[in-house]
């Protein structure tokens, strides 16, 4: 019997406010990371922004994310979190 691996599946979350302070998470859970990312823009000040991307452990053996693709992106606008889906 044959047996193929699947890496698993590797989600960076960043959010940046506009005087360069955020926060980040990793998780392996992609709807996990999209929550994080609206709580924290909920929080930040207008101008924030953050995005979703899967990524994948460097294969040259360093201790880094590569990523694959962005998943999602938001932005803080006045009261509201505007979000771009890919």
């Known amino acids: 019997m044959t047996t193929s691996f699947e890496p698993p599946r590797i989600y960076v979350w960043d959010v940046v406010d506009r005087d360069g302070t955020g926060r980040s998470g990793v998780t392996g859970d992609p709807d996990a990371a999209l929550q994080d990312v609206g709580l924290a823009l909920a929080v930040a ?39 771009r889906l890919r």
């Not at 995005?51 to 590569?66: C, D, I, Q, W």
């Open 45 to 83: 000040g207008t101008g924030a922004s953050g995005t979703v991307r899967r990524v994948g452990l460097s294969p040259l053996g360093r201790a880094e994310y590569v990523d694959i693709e962005q998943i999602a992106a938001a932005h803080r606008d006045g009261t509201s979190v505007v979000w």
